[in-house]
């Protein structure tokens, strides 16, 4: 926790400012809308998280949640198939997209940015073909379904703020991760294997497998969250659904803490980035700075947060340095 | 003629509370070898590191003395000054950038340009000359990463030599050379002297110091313990003003009689290159030694066995075939204990503890969850059994070192107490002290049954440390020879291809 000291200082920094000068941001709406957000993007993030722990990354994200997300009202309502085989057949679909993933990276040894790069184009190019490019949507029809991203659940003592449903998958598989990857042996050495492959693999260690399995964790975290995003939002463009959600998650990861060499993960660092993310985004709303300046701003913030985490570390070296000549 | 020039007056060194040198007096004298020895972790890469550039004095100044014996102050802020005035230090670790040919890597920094464009083939040309001098015969053009360690090691003498240096420093310059290129670096050293080029060499082979040094620096625990004279130079000596304790005897080797075979190898053909098939055996608690020279396959064999690198040929282990991944051999009892510790061992940035239980964690697991309990009592007892200094399981591996970094990754692989043990250069860069706890926690491992497969570079730890003694060549089993016969003349006879009949 100790180095999210910064990141959360950031955090409540934006939160206050766009309380005091923004409009409606203390509103139980908004902060139950900021909830959602940071849930449906931290279990993207999670996702991506892993990958970057093994020093790969994951460009093609934003593209499967657009692929699946498509795909589950396109089946339900074009196909009138059943919940009961759409749903399970998008995710085993999307865990493939990361075995193949995987195995084109362990196997073929292509690199990790090429591989994902060709799936970002790939996977949109299909949902806009298998639709026609056609917007989808659920025509008010699943409510029951939907109500897994849509529903909010009451708190006692609460009366406007009920919690959104989604927090509760957060929930499962933040914990899941955090356990993974700190107690269990594959945690730790998919870790080692990202800080450094060739010693992982002299040690014993199936790299090959790790690397895989990090990369099926991501897709299949992606198609989960792209299902729950289009039960949130209820229909979708395939031209533009998901658009950059790769690097929202990917940006949050490295606010967090997440090396983009491998080998350093941390859970509570990734959702307190997203969170932090998505606040942002709310603030440039609420404090009437224009939508267009969205992505200006995340890019600062990003950037301006990397490298003072960066000084910081630099400084807390040379202090120890110091100390030591003292 | 032989003059000082330079001096270092007082020097210090602290670390995060760690003294690592402190009060160190040297004088560097044109044409001179100046050895500096002492244990694993005295600090003698700290000080090379200081007279290079590359680390600042914590207390202390060096001085630069000119002809006429005027001395003034040298404040090296970079490595990029200490080449200027004409230093340049060789690493203890190879650090070599591997997407580099050797031209690039040689030149590194001082590249042959022509309006701006580099001039490759004078470059070449010039990086050529320099591998011809370490007797290096290889295209300018090769990549780095694809060199064996001891060539590279080579590659990076020629490198510090191409800088023209007035004072050539070299940090375990042969830890990783057979005794031929050995003498060849010597003998290069030599001439260099006579030169007028003042040399600081370091090495935990004395016979080495004995055979170059003109004066040696003993370090302890960071403090000068003494400063020898070439009259006054004896291994006794040194050794005493090194270690300060005797070293207990080695414990007898019982004699194994008709132990069952634990190891089979048959005829197994590495990818690289042409070579011959090789076949090997390894009984229960046999300690097999590979000898041969740099290139002889030594690396390319125990990596096969260990399921790294693509192999023809079978393998068995305790009467059933050996097979798979390294991961699938390791369940079955394998352990590898890699020659380049930086690139293949070591998870630098991560502390000593989670470096040696690595391989342990899924023995101690319950469920897949690692036992934080149980990793805590195996490395602490790792640290204890194996005389890992600091011993403080926290330590980030990188600040260790060379000889403690050594002894990690031994322990990660004791730890698991393995069926078969493969070892490439198990002691390379360490001290005489800490060459005997690794050599025994080995002979602990082979009483307990486990079959013992080591390659070294280094002749008098084959002879001290194997019951049979195997000599490479080009990829095959050259000869054998029993611990009692072999002597380093007859091993050095079979490692260069001749008089193998002779030696049966
Ligand atoms: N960056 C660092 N941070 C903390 N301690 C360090 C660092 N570098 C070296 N040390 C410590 O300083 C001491 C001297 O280390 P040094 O590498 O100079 O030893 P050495 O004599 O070269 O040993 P070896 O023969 O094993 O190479 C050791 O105790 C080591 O742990
Ligand atoms: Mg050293």
């Known amino acids: 926790m100790r180095k999210h000291w910064g990141l959360l200082g950031i955090f409540l920094v934006v939160c206050i400012v766009t309380a005091l000068y923004g409009k409606n941001f203390l509103t139980a709406y908004n902060l139950m809308n900021l909830v959602q957000r940071t849930a449906l993007f931290s279990i993207l993030a999670l996702g991506v998280g892993f990958v970057i722990g093994t020093g790969g990354i994951d460009l093609s994200l934003g593209s499967v949640v657009c692929l699946v997300g498509i795909a589950v009202p396109w089946l339900l309502i074009e196909h009138g198939w059943s919940p009961w085989a759409v749903v399970p057949i998008v995710l085993a679909g999307s865990a493939l997209i990361g075995l193949g993933h995987g195995l084109l990276i362990t196997r073929l040894r292509l690199q990790?940015?090429?591989?994902?790069?060709?799936?970002?184009?790939?996977?949109?190019?299909?949902?806009?073909?298998?639709?026609?490019?056609?917007?989808?949507?659920?025509?008010?029809?699943?409510?029951?379904?939907?109500?897994?991203?849509?529903?909010?659940?009451?708190?006692?003592?609460?009366?406007?703020?009920?919690?959104?449903?989604?927090?509760?998958?957060?929930?499962?598989?933040?914990?899941?991760?955090?356990i993974f990857l700190?107690?269990?042996?594959?945690?730790?050495?998919?870790?080692?294997?990202?800080?450094?492959?060739?010693?992982?693999?002299?040690?014993?260690?199936?790299?090959?497998?790790?690397?895989?399995g990090a990369y099926v964790a991501c897709s299949l975290l992606a198609g989960l969250g792209g299902m729950l995003f289009i039960f949130d939002v209820g229909s979708a463009q395939p031209s533009d659904f998901g658009n950059f959600y790769e690097l929202y998650a990917i940006a949050a990861a490295v606010l967090g803490g997440c090396?983009?060499?491998?080998?350093?993960?941390?859970?509570?660092?990734?959702?307190?980035?997203?969170?932090?993310?998505?606040?942002?985004?709310?603030?440039?709303?609420?404090?009437?700075?224009?939508?267009?300046?969205?992505?200006?701003?995340?890019?600062?913030?990003?950037?301006a947060?990397?490298?003072?985490?960066?000084?910081?570390?630099?400084?807390?070296?040379?202090?120890?340095?110091?100390r030591g000549a003292g | 003629m032989v003059r000082t020039i330079l001096r270092t007056r007082g020097i210090g060194r602290r670390f995060?509370?760690?003294?690592?040198?402190?009060?160190?007096?040297?004088?560097?004298?044109?044409?001179?070898?100046l050895a500096i020895v002492g244990e694993n972790g005295a600090g003698k890469s700290t000080l090379l590191k200081i007279l290079s550039g590359v680390l600042a004095p914590s207390s202390g100044s060096i001085e630069e003395v000119d002809e006429h014996g005027h001395a003034h102050e040298l404040r090296l802020r970079?490595?990029?000054?200490?080449?200027?005035?004409?230093?340049?230090?060789?690493?203890?670790?190879?650090?070599?950038?591997?997407?580099?040919?050797?031209?690039?890597?040689?030149?590194?920094?001082?590249?042959?340009?022509?309006?701006?464009?580099l001039d490759l083939r004078s470059m070449h040309a010039e990086a050529a000359r320099w591998l011809a001098r370490v007797g290096l015969d290889l295209d300018p053009s090769t990549l780095c990463g694809s060199l064996p360690i001891a060539q590279r090691q080579l590659v990076e003498i020629?490198?510090?030599?191409?800088?023209?240096?007035?004072?050539?420093?070299?940090?375990?310059?042969?830890?990783?050379?057979?005794?031929?290129?050995?003498?060849?670096?010597?003998?290069?050293?030599?001439?260099?002297?006579?030169?007028?080029?003042?040399?600081?060499?370091?090495?935990?082979?004395?016979?080495?110091v004995l055979a170059i040094a003109d004066r040696a620096i003993v370090l302890r625990d960071g403090r000068m313990a003494g400063t020898l004279e070439r009259a006054s130079m004896d291994r006794a000596t040194i050794e005493r003003l090194m270690v300060g304790r005797d070293l207990p005897p080695t414990t007898a080797r019982p004699s194994l009689g008709a132990a069952p075979d634990r190891l089979v190898v048959d005829?197994?053909?590495?990818?690289?290159?042409?070579?011959?098939?090789a076949s090997l055996v390894v009984k229960r608690g046999e300690i097999v030694g590979l000898a041969g020279l740099v290139g002889a396959g030594r690396t390319e064999l125990l990596e096969a066995i260990a399921g790294l690198g693509h192999a023809s040929g079978t393998i068995m282990l305790d009467g059933r075939a050996l097979s798979g991944t390294m991961a699938q051999r390791v369940a079955r009892g394998l352990a590898i204990v890699p020659e380049d510790r930086a690139r293949h061992g070591l998870f630098t940035l991560d502390p000593v503890r989670t470096n040696v239980s690595m391989a342990w964690l899924p023995r101690g697991a319950h469920v897949g969850m690692v036992d934080h309990a149980g990793e805590r009592d195996l490395v602490d007892g790792m640290i204890t059994r194996l005389r890992l200094r600091p011993s403080d399981p926290a330590r980030r591996v990188q600040t260790l070192s060379g000889g403690n970094q050594q002894k990690t990754v031994l322990g990660r692989w004791l730890a698991v107490e393995p069926s078969v043990l493969l070892l490439d250069e198990p002691t390379r860069g360490v001290d005489v002290g800490a060459r005997h706890d690794i050599h025994e926690a080995i002979r602990a491992a082979a009483t307990t049954g486990c079959a013992v497969l080591f390659a070294s570079s280094d002749l008098e730890e084959v002879l001290l440390l194997a019951d049979r003694i195997l000599v490479m060549h080009d990829g095959a089993i050259a000869g054998e020879l029993a611990r009692e016969s072999a002597t380093e003349v007859a091993i050095m006879g079979l490692a260069t291809g001749g008089a193998l009949e002779a030696a049966r």
């Open chain 1, 112 to 178: 990790p940015f090429l591989v994902t790069l060709c799936g970002l184009l790939l996977y949109r190019g299909i949902a806009r073909w298998m639709t026609g490019d056609q917007s989808q949507g659920f025509q008010g029809e699943f409510a029951e379904l939907r109500s897994i991203a849509v529903g909010r659940i009451p708190l006692p003592g609460l009366e406007a703020f009920r919690l959104p449903a989604t927090t509760i998958p957060l929930i499962v598989l933040a914990t899941v991760a955090a």
């Open chain 1, 182 to 212: 700190t107690r269990t042996v594959w945690g730790r050495w998919l870790l080692a294997t990202g800080s450094n492959e060739s010693a992982a693999r002299y040690s014993g260690i199936p790299t090959a497998r790790l690397v895989t």
């Open chain 1, 259 to 303: 090396s983009l060499r491998g080998g350093s993960v941390s859970v509570v660092g990734i959702v307190l980035g997203t969170a932090t993310l998505q606040v942002l985004r709310n603030s440039i709303n609420l404090l009437g700075l224009g939508s267009q300046l969205e992505f200006a701003v995340i890019g600062a913030v990003l950037l």
């Open chain 1, 305 to 322: 947060g990397v490298a003072a985490d960066e000084l910081v570390r630099r400084w807390h070296a040379a202090r120890l340095e110091r």
């Open chain 2, 16 to 33: 995060a509370g760690v003294t690592a040198l402190d009060g160190i007096e040297a004088d560097v004298r044109a044409g001179e070898v």
């Open chain 2, 78 to 117: 970079s490595v990029a000054e200490a080449t200027q005035v004409g230093i340049a230090l060789v690493h203890q670790e190879l650090n070599l950038a591997e997407h580099l040919d050797l031209a690039g890597a040689i030149l590194l920094g001082r590249e042959h340009h022509r309006f701006g464009w």
């Open chain 2, 158 to 208: 020629a490198k510090a030599l191409s800088a023209n240096a007035r004072i050539l420093i070299l940090d375990e310059p042969t830890s990783s050379l057979s005794a031929r290129e050995t003498d060849r670096l010597l003998a290069m050293l030599d001439e260099l002297r006579r030169s007028g080029v003042a040399i600081v060499y370091v090495s935990h082979h004395l016979d080495e």
């Open chain 2, 267 to 277: 005829g197994v053909v590495t990818s690289h290159r042409r070579r011959r098939p």
